[in-house]
T-cell receptor
Framework: RKEVEQDPGPFNVPEGATVAFNCTYS??????FFWYRQDCRKEPKLLMS???SGNEDGRFTAQLNRASQYISLLIRDSKLSDSATYLC??????????FGTGTRLQVFP | EPEVTQTPSHQVTQMGQEVILRCVPI?????FYWYRQILGQKVEFLVS????????KSEIFDDQFSVERPDGSNFTLKIRSTKLEDSAMYFC?????????????FGPGTRLTVT
């Protein structure tokens, strides 16, 4: 079983749509959870950390369910500039990051 | 805003040659990492470095690879004898750690092409 699993997509959505990405992780010792965004042939950029209580940053909302080992990202009011690959990432604090394969999002006009 | 920098942005080398990839982590960060991403695949961990020594390495990080922090600012990855399958994007990352933050920040990467 993969350590971090994501639906690869692509998700093709119109501008203004709400889109949700899901991710599951297999190692219950994982302690830190993140969503990164990666544009084509660029570095992963930290979008947000994910906390047990859930957290929001503008149009982005992340949720964590430790019991189900499940992480989600919701993007509201999609913009063309949101088109990218969204990477679900876990680690154990100072350890290596474990990446999912990413979910590709394409927002069209 | 402080950022991780990497040089060169693109390196082309012949099989069997040695390459050194350079990184300057964010200045007050204590943990340093190298990752790689083969085209079309996911980002994979290579090695982590803390307190002037390797703290963890992956199966990929064999005897052909080494890391060094030669001074207070640079962090290098050396591949002694490159193979075709070493062609990939290599990303350096750094993290403050401790009570500060467990978020890792990535440099723009070095694209390594082995011919």
């Amino acid at each position: 079983r993969k350590e971090v699993e994501q639906d690869p997509g692509p998700f093709n959505v119109p501008e203004g749509a709400t889109v949700a990405f899901n991710c599951t992780y297999s190692n219950s010792a994982s302690q830190s959870f993140f969503w990164y965004r990666q544009d084509c042939r660029k570095e992963p950029k930290l979008l947000m950390s994910v906390y047990s209580s859930g957290n929001e940053d503008g149009r982005f909302t992340a949720q964590l369910n430790r019991a189900s080992q499940y992480i989600s990202l919701l993007i509201r009011d999609s913009k063309l500039s949101d088109s990218a690959t969204y990477l679900c990432v876990v680690n154990r604090r100072t350890d290596k990051l474990i990446f999912g394969t990413g979910t590709r999002l394409q927002v069209f006009p | 805003e402080p950022e991780v920098t990497q040089t060169p942005s693109h390196q082309v080398t012949q099989m069997g040659q040695e390459v050194i990839l350079r990184c300057v982590p964010i200045s007050n960060h204590l943990y340093f990492y190298w990752y790689r991403q083969i085209l079309g695949q996911k980002v994979e961990f290579l090695v982590s470095f803390y307190n002037n020594e390797i703290s963890e390495k992956s199966e990929i990080f064999d005897d052909q690879f080494s890391v060094e922090r030669p001074d207070g600012s640079n962090f290098t990855l050396k591949i002694r004898s490159t193979k075709l399958e070493d062609s990939a994007m290599y990303f350096c990352a750094s993290m403050m750690g401790g009570l500060g933050s467990y978020e890792q920040y990535f440099g723009p990467g070095t694209r390594l092409t082995v011919t």
